[in-house]
């Protein structure tokens, strides 16, 4: 008799394992392992994978047998289901949350295409677009010989890293293995698949996207499954996709909050591509304009190596960096520590826009007046009814007026009285890009001024002419010949967050909008409303973002913060985790940090704490283990309530 183990889509933790099934004999010459199949369990029909085909099990009684064959064709592949099941087990989930995450719903037109013909091998591609980095050549051929080379790569300014990571692509083709590249979004995305249309043969890659059609991501996944497409591009998911005979793995800009996966097991893309690699035996490529404490961490531990670019080759292509409190600005100007848009700022907008090139300027929040506060008193206005916060958004239709209201419930605050000091009227704390971009049509009349970011949109690209470019972080639209200059402003919106990573994150947004601007040589300049003396500032000034991740990693480590260890946040009712916190064995040298109490989140009532759990990084799998044997516990006890366990939170707060 066959025997087909197959993973289960049920959600219990207890059941977190494969069960045996028979294969009935009309099914026998299509079950193979990956095939899609549905089962009876618990009497329900249940969705399921196979893993393993034999002829015997380790159950004693009788096996039930397969209720349906749902389709042959062997999606889950045996990489995939080993970094699964080892994802799972790092960050204490279920093999059935990852298999979510890996394997798309099937489509069966998608699956009646015969398979495409596999393109043929490329040449390896030409060197000297990694010429400028003394270690980029090598890396090339290391990845085009199918040698595990790990690199950390902090691109130059200006840098066409989608054609960089594409030639990694070809060479890794050339050497007859595949490529996986992951980047934050669909802009990203789009880029990266330009470049690789004109670097690699035709019908050699896919690209994943969330916002596909079922249908086309299917059919996509399906040519990457079935080893006619060896390179696949996408976001976070693609992290699992089945790539054949895979050689190489790439992720662009790894410090953004976009590759951190939302559901469980919550793995961040970055993480588990390293992992992927480790498990593969493959090249890996952590890339990047500015540098996280993560990606300093692989450097020093040796288990990367950097891909550094000299100092003239970076001179040549760097703009001029100059930040407001240097003694010769406040000279010049005064009020430069406290104006939002000092005279430096102003003279480096005219000579830009004199010289025809757009200027970039950054604005940390969307919107018209986010924020609103008393003007008498500073305290913070809020809503009468639901006690939310205040601000102000454009009103379509309504000739430029403006509207405050509550930024929770959205009604209009007519009226306002300050409970502190009975005062009457608001002032803006936080301005946004709308009002902003108001702002500078009245400084620079005559000169056209474009929005990028959330609410009008996000822009790809924009005309070479002069204009004035209003983005927020992350919605920088491309320039054609590049920006003759950059302003960022209200620098103490990020660098004041209460955030581990606020300085990290700052020198990535910084640095990200100011490798858009051409050179200093050029007439490239880039002005930063920050004081010179922060260690941020110092490393953009310098354009030295390796010196800032590794200052960041030790502060982390003298504190005992990620990544330099392992932490898990435990989120629930008071009573839910005293009861998880009484039934959790420990690995030795762990710290339970808090309660604190936490916001609820939508759908849940009552109080809701959360708890910090730090071990030592060489004893993280032991804490993903016992979190999953507690978890497994009170799922088989049918707890009412569910704690949510999340390994390596990107915030901490």
């Known amino acids: 008799m066959r025997v087909a183990r197959v993973a289960v889509d049920v959600p219990q933790a207890h059941r977190d394992r494969p069960f045996d099934y028979a294969v009935p004999e009309p099914m026998a010459a299509d079950i193979r392992p990956g095939c899609r199949v549905r089962v009876r369990f618990a009497g329900q029909l249940v969705d399921g994978f196979v893993v393993d085909v034999g002829d015997d099990s380790e159950h004693d009684g009788r096996l039930a047998p397969l209720s349906k064959l749902v389709s042959a064709e062997p999606v889950l592949t045996p990489e995939v289901l080993a970094l699964a099941r080892s994802v799972a087990e790092r960050w204490g989930g279920t093999l059935t949350d990852v298999l979510r995450l890996a394997v798309p719903p099937r489509r069966a037109a998608a699956e009646k295409r015969a398979p495409a013909e596999r393109p043929t091998v490329p040449a390896p591609p030409d060197p000297a677009g990694f010429a400028r980095y003394p270690t980029g050549p090598a890396l090339l051929g290391a990845v085009a010989e199918g040698r595990p080379a790990r690199a950390v790569w902090t691109a130059l300014p200006g840098e066409d890293w989608p054609a960089r990571l594409a030639e990694l692509c070809r060479a890794a083709l050339s ?9 934050p979004d669909g802009r990203d995305l789009d880029r990266l698949e330009e470049a690789a249309a004109v670097r690699l043969p035709k019908g050699s890659f896919v690209v994943l996207r969330a916002d596909a059609a079922p249908d086309a991501r299917y059919r996509r996944f399906l040519d990457a499954a079935r080893g006619s497409a060896q390179v696949v591009l996408g976001t976070r998911a693609a992290a699992y996709a089945p790539v054949a005979d895979l050689g190489l793995v790439a992720i662009w800009d790894d410090g953004d909050d976009l590759h951190a996966e939302p559901r469980a097991p919550y793995a961040h893309a970055r993480d588990v591509l390293v992992h992927r690699a480790h498990l593969a035996g493959c090249a ?24 550094l670019a000299e100092r003239s080759s970076l001179r040549a292509a760097a703009p001029r960096v100059q930040a407001l409190g240097d003694d010769a600005e406040l000279a010049r100007d005064p009020a430069a520590r406290t104006a939002r848009l000092p005279s430096l700022a102003h003279r480096v907008a005219r000579q830009a826009l004199a010289d025809g090139a757009p200027v970039l300027v950054q604005v940390p929040r969307s919107g018209y007046a986010p924020g609103l506060s008393c003007e008498r008193c500073r305290a913070p206005a809020r809503c009468a009814v639901c006690a939310g916060p205040l601000g102000i958004a454009p009103v379509p239709g309504a000739g430029g007026s403006r509207v405050p209201a509550c930024r929770w419930c959205a009604r209009p605050a007519a009226t306002f009285e300050c409970p502190h000091c009975h005062a009457t009227k608001l002032r803006a704390s936080v301005l946004g890009a709308a009002r902003t971009a108001e702002e500078l049509g009245r400084a620079f009349p005559g000169v056209a001024v474009r929005v990028s970011g959330r609410g009008p949109g996000v822009l790809a690209t924009v005309p070479g002419g002069p204009s004035l470019v209003v983005a927020t972080p992350g919605a920088e639209p491309i320039a054609e010949g590049g920006y003759g200059a950059a302003l960022l402003l209200d620098s103490w919106a990020l660098l004041g967050r209460a955030d581990l990573r606020a300085g990290e994150e700052t020198l990535r947004r910084w640095m990200n909008a100011a490798g858009l601007v051409r050179p200093a040589s050029a007439g490239g300049q880039v002005v930063v409303a920050a004081d010179a003396a922060h260690p941020v500032v110092q490393a953009l000034v310098r354009w030295d973002p390796a010196w800032l991740a590794e200052r960041e990693l030790d502060d982390r480590r003298a504190l005992g913060f990620p990544p330099v260890t392992r932490m898990a946040a435990l989120s629930a009712s008071p009573g839910a985790l005293a009861e998880f916190l009484a039934a959790l064995r420990l690995p030795d040298g762990a710290d339970v940090l808090g309660p604190v109490p936490v916001q609820p989140r939508p759908g849940q009532e009552g109080e809701r704490e959360r ?22 516990v009170r799922s088989a006890k049918k707890v009412a309530e569910h704690v949510r366990v999340q390994l390596d939170p990107l915030d901490l707060v």
């Open 284 to 307: 890996a490529v952590v890339a990047a304009t500015a540098r996280t404490a993560e990606a300093a961490l692989l450097v020093e531990s040796g288990w990367a190596h950097q891909l």
């Open 175 to 183: 050497g007859g293995r595949g490529a996986l590249v992951v980047v």
């Open 611 to 632: 708890y910090l759990v730090r071990v030592p990084r060489g004893e993280g799998l032991a804490l993903a283990r016992a979190l999953a044997d507690v978890q497994g």
